[in-house]
């Protein structure tokens, strides 16, 4: 993302400080480690920042492995063995669930951090960090709303289909797959039938539902016009909304207004 918000800037015209430096890096989201690539190639004026950077990514690692690792199972008494009991789930071929991946997710937030940071979100909420003011033109939100809100709401109705229709929309049981075609599909045991959506592992934890299905949330800090004006322009984000394959909100200072037929009510 870096990269192309880079990339972009470029091909605008707007110059970038002589101090920036793009850095890849990989997330595991089972272990919650970020590992940050060639660190080596930092100039060296940046090394303080750069440091400060790993001690807030291992901080956050931290604090996200003791959250999720209480769903998982692994009561560890401290975080160096927490981290080793994740990573030996995610090495283990027995293992039917390693993580619950996005299950319970719920809604999406384009609006600035200030307005979510100390909430309990409890995991449930994709943030994208989104300021109305220094988009005059809409043409951010146009690209977030045609790239993050599409596959949040993609993400959203795989997990809402196989929890509602499992028999249908649902992958079954993961113990009993076997690959077909290489990279074609899954099959369930014995039956030729491929199977779609989750594995019934990703959603359930053996005894309750891991995801509760509901359709998609989408927040958005923006004026009126500049979200009508891309419902207008975009008919694929404007079918997922008319068609409520998703709910779609707008924060006020006064709190929610609910897109419904054409117009906003308060929510």
Same mark, same amino acid.
């Given at each position: ?23 890849? /890096? ?6 919650? &480690? ?8 930092? !100039? ?17 690692? &931290? ?102 229709? !499992? ?93 419904? /037929? ?6």
């Amino acid at each position: 993302m870096i990269i192309e918000l880079h990339c972009r800037s470029l091909r605008r015209g707007v110059p970038l400080p002589a101090t920036t430096h793009v850095l890849a /890096a990989t997330h595991c989201t089972l272990t919650d &480690r970020v590992t940050l690539m060639d660190t080596h190639a930092v !100039p060296a004026r940046l090394s303080p920042l750069l440091e400060r950077f790993e001690q807030t990514l291992e901080q956050a690692g &931290r604090a996200t492995r003791a959250e999720r690792a209480i769903a998982l199972g692994v009561n560890a008494s401290s975080d160096e063995r927490r981290f080793e009991a994740l990573q030996q789930r995610g090495s283990d071929w027995s293992q039917p669930r390693t993580e619950w991946g996005l299950a319970n997710n719920a809604a999406l937030l384009l609006a600035p951090r200030s307005i979510s940071r100390g909430l309990p979100l409890e995991g449930r909420v994709f943030l994208h960090e989104y300021d109305p003011h220094r988009d005059p033109d809409g043409q951010t939100l146009e690209a977030l709303m045609t790239a993050p809100m599409l596959v949040a709401s993609w993400i959203n109705l795989q997990y809402y289909a196989s929890v509602a229709v !499992p028999s249908l929309y649902g992958a079954g049981n993961k113990l009993l797959h076997s690959v077909v075609g290489g990279h074609i599909g899954v099959i369930e045991g014995n039956s030729p039938q491929l199977r779609i959506g989750l594995p019934h592992q990703s959603l359930h934890d053996g005894t309750t539902w891991g995801h509760e299905p509901l359709r998609l949330t989408v927040v958005i800090d923006a004026p009126r016009e500049r979200i009508e004006g891309v419902l207008t322009r975009q008919p694929a984000v404007a079918q997922l909304v008319h068609n409520r394959w998703l709910w779609l909100c707008r924060h006020t200072a006064d709190g929610l207004e609910h897109y419904h /037929a054409g117009g906003w009510l308060p929510s």
